[in-house]
């Protein structure tokens, strides 16, 4: 059965905080002082059926725990400093990658991949490109993983208002360290966040003050008020809300607009109102209905308004 990947969320220790820094020194002190115990030793299957003498326990002291010396005629251990320097040559695959976006409000999802290497651990960090090129800003300490893969999460509140960007993007790359050795030598391509996309806000409910009324002449305005409410704050520069009519493509339409078919809910708000935008056809026969359909960025409501017979 594999192990689940380990996901790290926000908030993340900094390594330009002194308080972090020093939790972050003494985890990664304590984890190469374990790997320092640690010998792993490759064994083809023919030296595994010809050992003679299988196994000496002697126990290490200082970890409480115990070491297998495996005794075999040119039977050579394979340190760890000749794995950590093959993963010196591999570099880490990050997805998603290149440019990524990340538009207000929303969170990402991203792994991190090392290659294969059982038996040691990894120490994960995150650091951000600065206004010179250099990647030093916000470096941050994901934490460790006994397995060579993880992911993590990035939100727009926290990257967007601390990290540095240009154009509304902003440059990061992963980093790793192996049995506490320097994070600086394996490195990941660069990922940029756009923070210009679209937003993660959606509609969370939309209401009308009356569901009907009496039609009349087109040109009429009726005195309907449409609110919505957003699932999130509304973005900086307010929240565009498009406003569409199920009838507007019949030969005959009941309902049109006679004004703008959008308005917009201002920054930093969640609800508003809309009224005065609707003129209808007089209905002679039967009630008619039609939908009323709001949309913002992938989400939609429909309230159904029916217009009564005179």
């Excluded at 993340?12 to 939790?23: E, F, G, I, S, V």
């Excluded at 538009?103 to 490109?129: D, H, I, M, R, V």
């Excluded at 002449?217 to 009519?245: E, F, H, M, R, W």
Aim: charged share 20%; aromatic share 10%; with cysteine.
């Amino acid at each position: 059965m594999s192990t689940q990947i380990k996901k790290f969320s926000p908030p993340y220790l900094r390594l330009d905080n002194p308080t972090d820094a020093q939790k972050i020194r003494r985890e990664t002190n304590l984890l190469a002082k374990k790997s320092s115990v640690q010998h792993s030793v490759a064994l083809k299957q023919n030296d595994l059926k010809s050992l003679i003498n299988i196994t000496t326990e002697i126990p290490h002291k200082e970890i409480g725990i115990s070491k297998t010396v495996l005794k075999k005629q040119n039977l050579k251990p394979t340190q760890s400093s000749e794995i950590q320097n093959k993963t010196l040559q591999l570099p880490i695959t990050v997805s998603p990658a290149g440019k990524v976006d990340l538009g207000f409000n929303c969170k990402k999802e991203f792994s991190a991949t090392l290659g294969n290497y059982p038996g040691y651990s990894f120490q994960w960090y995150l650091s951000f490109k600065d206004s010179n090129g250099f990647f030093t800003a916000m470096p941050q300490y994901l934490g460790y993983t006994t397995e060579s893969e993880c992911s993590f999460e990035l939100d727009y509140s926290t990257y967007y208002l601390v990290a540095y960007h240009q154009l509304g993007k902003a440059t990061f790359k992963i980093q790793c360290g192996v049995n506490g050795t320097p994070a600086l030598a394996l490195n990941s391509d660069e990922v940029t966040l756009d923070f210009s996309q679209q937003a993660c806000v959606g509609i969370h409910s939309a209401s009308l003050n009356s569901y009907s009324f009496k039609g009349g002449n087109s040109d009429t305005d009726k005195s309907i008020t449409l609110t919505i409410n957003l699932d999130a704050p509304a973005p900086p520069g307010g929240q565009k809300v498009n406003l569409s009519l199920s009838c507007e493509n019949d030969a005959f339409p009941i309902g049109r607009f006679v004004a703008a078919n959008y308005f917009t809910i201002p920054e930093g708000q969640t609800s508003e109102g809309f009224n005065w935008f609707l003129g209808t056809r007089k209905v002679r026969r039967s009630n008619k209905t039609f939908d009323i359909i709001a949309k913002v960025n992938a989400t939609e409501s429909h309230s159904t308004v029916t217009l009564e017979k005179e």
